[in-house]
Nanobody, 115 residues
Framework: QVQLVESGGGLVQAGGSLKLSCAASRSIFSINAMGWYRQAPGDQRELVASISSGGTTNYADLVKGRFTISRDNAKNTVYLQMNSLKPADTSVYYC?????????WGKGTLVTVSS
């Protein structure tokens, strides 16, 4: 079992930056698939970015070139650096881990981008 706690959300003006963190309750060294999702009111949850244990990354087209996902296995933490933020990026951002065939989710952190 893995517990995930996100942090780093907040209010930022368009064009600004935020860095989200996701701390896992146990070692993530052996966990292959980790990612960030987001969900705006009335919308479905969508993948923002993912990273494998080997460091291979994948990004949604809407965030390519602006967001960067990374992981620090020593700190059991996954990060999402978000630059050039747009009002359309306003959402609750969720950390996700796939381990042992089970999807684990954090409670989310709210990101609000003002115009």
């Amino acid at each position: 079992q893995v517990q995930l706690v996100e942090s780093g959300g907040g209010l930022v003006q368009a064009g600004g930056s935020l860095k989200l963190s996701c701390a896992a309750s146990r070692s993530i060294f052996s966990i292959n698939a980790m990612g960030w999702y987001r969900q705006a009111p009335g919308d479905q949850r969508e993948l923002v970015a993912s990273i494998s244990s080997g460091g291979t990354t994948n990004y949604a087209d809407l965030v390519k070139g602006r967001f960067t996902i990374s992981r620090d296995n020593a700190k059991n933490t996954v990060y999402l650096q978000m630059n050039s933020l747009k009002p359309a990026d306003t959402s609750v951002y969720y950390c996700n881990v796939l381990s042992g065939g089970i999807n684990y989710w954090g409670k989310g952190t709210l990101v609000t981008v003002s115009s």
